[in-house]
């Protein structure tokens, strides 16, 4: 019989990939909001497998940043470059080649994964560190690639507002 920790590792799993490919191929809406929405659903659903495994620290922070942050800003990049209607229905067959042959790929690899065996020897990993050593090391060894990232983010949101900033004559 099954765990009920297993089930609802199957029900995540599954909402996560649904969600996933709804906002890939999102066949109820050419919307791109609708596509941000799912990718807000996969977050919290993802968010959901780090509570399984006992990451509380990482569903906080996978909600907190990629559900809310960094999701708006997706939203406002949406809604300030004004997609007109031909160019979300226009479809481009090299990319649809490409994320074909990447999903084949990828589908090849988890096959690979699945049917080849485990690793003798391999237990579960011991518990290490805690959020406040997580912070030191953020903030010690790599506080200069944290720094880019949010200076990449501002000018990326700065970049959305001129470029979507309407002439007046």
Same mark, same amino acid.
Not at 81 to 100: F, I, S, T, W
Not at 120 to 131: D, F, H, K, L, R
């Given at each position: 019989?099954?765990?009920?920790?297993?089930?609802?590792?199957?029900?995540?799993?599954?909402?996560?990939?649904m969600f996933?490919? #709804?906002?890939? *191929?999102?066949? +109820?809406? /050419?919307?791109?909001?609708?596509?941000?929405?799912?990718? $807000?659903? !996969?977050?919290?659903?993802?968010?959901?497998?780090?509570?399984?495994?006992?990451a509380f620290?990482?569903?906080?922070?996978?909600?907190?940043?990629?559900?809310?942050?960094?999701?708006?800003?997706?939203?406002?990049?949406?809604?300030?470059?004004?997609?007109?209607?031909?160019?979300?229905?226009?479809?481009?067959?090299?990319?649809?080649?490409?994320?074909?042959?990447?999903? #084949?790929?990828? *589908?090849?690899? +988890?096959? /690979?994964?699945?049917?080849?065996?485990?690793?003798?020897? $391999?237990? !579960?990993?011991?518990?290490?560190?805690?959020?406040?050593?997580?912070?030191?090391?953020?903030?010690?060894?790599?506080?200069?690639?944290?720094?880019?990232?949010?200076?990449?983010?501002?000018?990326?949101?700065?970049?959305?507002?001129?470029?979507?900033?309407?002439?007046?004559?």
């Amino acid at each position: 019989m099954p765990q009920p920790t297993d089930l609802l590792f199957y029900a995540f799993a599954g909402l996560t990939l649904m969600f996933g490919f #709804l906002c890939v *191929a999102n066949p +109820l809406s /050419r919307n791109p909001v609708t596509s941000a929405m799912f990718l $807000v659903l !996969t977050i919290v659903s993802m968010a959901g497998l780090f509570v399984l495994l006992n990451a509380f620290f990482l569903a906080a922070v996978q909600i907190l940043v990629y559900a809310g942050a960094v999701m708006v800003l997706f939203l406002f990049v949406i809604m300030l470059l004004d997609l007109q209607e031909e160019e979300r229905r226009r479809l481009n067959r090299v990319a649809l080649g490409l994320g074909g042959v990447a999903i #084949l790929g990828l *589908a090849g690899i +988890l096959v /690979r994964a699945m049917t080849s065996g485990t690793a003798e020897g $391999v237990g !579960t990993p011991a518990v290490e560190g805690s959020t406040a050593e997580l912070g030191r090391i953020l903030f010690r060894s790599y506080l200069l690639p944290f720094e880019i990232v949010s200076v990449l983010l501002l000018v990326a949101m700065v970049g959305v507002i001129l470029l979507s900033k309407k002439e007046l004559k």
